[in-house]
């Protein structure tokens, strides 16, 4: 057992009161911006999407879905107020502190290291639509398409703006982050490995759904086992995932000639 994982929380996950109603409104109002603008671009859409929880209700065809989706576009800029509040935050703080020994970090979305598609104070989104599966059991240890062993590299932060029951919300599995999960357990893909855990690997694990209030997220571990989280609801599911990335660790995987301000 690795000691950078061990904390006072042992399930791995705590549930976090950071954001404002505003704030969410305006992680929204950004999405609905990139979904409406491929709508414009589309030859066959003609009605803007008005709410994100209709997103299943627009007719787009599989190709536009996967340009909405593409990891290199699936991001939206943070304003300064909700920086604000992730750096103000105690209780984010603390934990940085516990794990990490101090609370300097980088928000970024990494969509791939090869082709640096890197991203500074931004965050990705995911859409599920109803009665659709969610990414496969996985975790973010896995940067830009490269795994990354070093344990204490980043912290995530989930958070819900539509779909707040457990019909909605990511599994967690509490306390898998403890667990060294082995490599060869990952899936490949195209000859890729993956950050996906074979399925036979994930059912030796047992998950939760949290219930979850406008506002609130959830920080969790790293090494921590998430994910499979099908929409069992009515409505799409509509998150944001923002990563706090180690910035005494940013040198051993960031491209030297990329410039970020630590």
């Known amino acids: 057992m690795n000691k950078l994982l061990i904390d006072n929380n042992l399930k791995g996950y705590s549930v976090l009161d950071i954001f404002t109603k505003k704030n969410v409104n305006n992680f929204e109002k950004k ?20 709410n994100l929880k209709y997103f299943h209700k627009i007719p787009f065809s599989k190709k536009e ?10 991001f939206i800029k943070l304003n ?19 794990q990490w020994g101090h609370n300097k970090y980088k928000i970024m979305w990494v969509a791939s290291l090869e082709k640096q598609e890197i991203k500074n104070n931004v965050c990705g989104f995911r859409i599920c639509e109803p009665y659709k599966k969610g990414v496969g059991t996985h975790i973010d240890l896995h940067i830009g398409g490269k795994i990354m062993r070093e344990l204490n590299s980043l912290i995530s932060i989930w958070v819900p703006l539509r779909g707040f029951s457990k019909k909605y919300t990511l599994k967690f599995s509490p306390g898998s982050h403890l667990f060294d999960h082995p490599t060869n357990q990952f899936q490949i893909k195209k000859n890729i490995i993956s950050n996906v855990f074979k399925k036979g690997y994930a059912k030796k694990f047992s998950f939760h759904r949290p219930n979850l209030k406008l506002g609130q997220g959830i920080i969790f571990n790293s090494n921590l086992l ?6 069992l609801g009515t409505l799409s599911r509509v998150s944001v995932e923002i990563r706090l990335y180690n910035s005494k660790k940013l040198k051993n995987w960031l ?8």
């Open 31 to 50: 999405i609905l911006e990139k979904i409406n603008i491929k709508i414009s671009e589309s030859t066959h859409l003609r009605k803007e999407l008005k």
């Open 65 to 74: 879905k996967s340009k909405i989706f593409e990891p290199k576009d699936r």
């Open 80 to 98: 300064t107020q909700i920086l604000r509040r992730i750096k103000k935050n105690k209780f984010i703080n603390k934990i940085l502190y516990e």
């Open 226 to 231: 998430h994910g499979n989280s099908d929409n």
């Open 255 to 262: 491209p030297k000639n990329k410039k970020l301000k630590i």
